[in-house]
C-alpha cells in the first residue's frame, strides 16, 4: 500500500506570519499509516522542508509522538526533504491524504496544484481524505473516487483510519497512536 501525504501550510491568523502546518495533524496521520506498513510519500507545494510547528509553538513538545518523532531520524530527513507536488505522479500511489487549504479539485486554471492532484486521484479512482473539508468539487464532485473529509479537532487522525479502511486496511486493534 503506497500513500501519498500532501502537506499544504495554512494561513498563520496572524498577521505577518509566515503559512505553517501542526506537527500533530501531521505526526498521528504519518505514523498511522508507517503502522499499518505503508510506504508514506511526503509532497508540499515547492517540496524541501514544509512550516511546521506543534500546536505548542515549539518543535520540543514532550507528547509520545513528539518524541517518536523527535527519535526518529527517516521520518525527519523524510519531512525535510519532501518531494515537490509536480514531480509526483498519481499512478504511483494507491490513496492520498491531504493536510492543509485547497481550493478547487477541478481548476480550470493551474495555479492550484494539491487541487489538480487530488482531482487527477479521484478520477483514477483513488480513496482521498482532505483535513480540512475546504474543497470545490464542482463540476465534477468526487469523480470516480472516495473523498473523505472532516474539520474537527481529531478530523487528521479519523479520516487516516477511514483512508486505511478504503484502501483495505483492518487493524488489529484500536489503540490510539
Same mark, same amino acid.
Not at 24 to 37: H, I, K, S, V, W
Not at 95 to 119: E, H, K, T, Y
Given at each position: 500500500?503506497?500513500?501519498?501525504?500532501?502537506?499544504?501550510?495554512?494561513?498563520?491568523?496572524?498577521?505577518? *506570519?509566515?503559512?505553517?502546518?501542526?506537527?500533530?495533524?501531521?505526526?498521528?496521520?504519518?505514523?498511522?499509516?508507517?503502522?499499518?506498513?505503508? @510506504?508514506?510519500?511526503? %509532497?508540499?507545494?515547492?517540496?524541501? @522542508?514544509? %512550516?511546521? *510547528?506543534?500546536?505548542?509553538?515549539?518543535?520540543?513538545?514532550?507528547? +509520545?509522538?513528539?518524541?517518536?518523532?523527535?527519535?526518529?531520524?527517516?521520518?525527519?530527513?523524510?519531512?525535510?526533504?519532501?518531494? #515537490?507536488?509536480?514531480? &509526483?505522479?498519481?499512478?504511483?500511489?494507491?490513496?492520498?491524504?491531504?493536510?492543509?487549504?485547497?481550493?478547487?479539485?477541478? +481548476? +480550470?486554471?493551474?495555479?492550484?496544484?494539491?487541487?489538480?492532484?487530488?482531482?487527477?486521484?479521484?478520477?483514477?479512482?483513488?480513496?482521498?481524505?482532505? &483535513? +480540512?473539508?475546504?474543497?470545490?468539487?464542482?463540476?465534477?464532485?468526487?469523480? %470516480?473516487?472516495?473523498?473523505?473529509?472532516?474539520?474537527?479537532?481529531?478530523?487528521?487522525?479519523?479520516? %487516516?483510519?477511514?483512508?486505511?479502511?478504503?484502501?483495505?486496511?483492518?487493524?488489529?486493534?484500536? #489503540?490510539? &497512536?
Amino acid at each position: 500500500m503506497r500513500i501519498l501525504m500532501i502537506l499544504i501550510s495554512d494561513p498563520d491568523r496572524q498577521a505577518g *506570519r509566515p503559512p505553517v502546518l501542526q506537527f500533530e495533524r501531521f505526526l498521528e496521520p504519518y505514523y498511522l499509516f508507517l503502522d499499518a506498513g505503508a @510506504d508514506v510519500v511526503l %509532497a508540499s507545494l515547492l517540496g524541501g @522542508d514544509p %512550516a511546521m *510547528r506543534t500546536a505548542s509553538g515549539k518543535r520540543t513538545d514532550s507528547t +509520545p509522538i513528539m518524541r517518536r518523532f523527535q527519535l526518529d531520524q527517516s521520518a525527519r530527513d523524510a519531512l525535510i526533504d519532501t518531494l #515537490e507536488l509536480g514531480q &509526483v505522479d498519481p499512478d504511483d500511489f494507491d490513496g492520498a491524504f491531504c493536510l492543509g487549504v485547497f481550493g478547487s479539485v477541478w +481548476p +480550470p486554471r493551474v495555479d492550484n496544484p494539491a487541487g489538480d492532484m487530488i482531482g487527477k486521484l479521484l478520477v483514477a479512482g483513488k480513496p482521498v481524505a482532505a &483535513v +480540512p473539508s475546504q474543497l470545490d468539487l464542482e463540476p465534477i464532485g468526487a469523480g %470516480a473516487g472516495l473523498l473523505i473529509t472532516g474539520d474537527r479537532a481529531q478530523a487528521p487522525i479519523l479520516a %487516516a483510519k477511514a483512508l486505511l479502511g478504503a484502501l483495505g486496511y483492518s487493524p488489529q486493534t484500536d #489503540e490510539p &497512536v
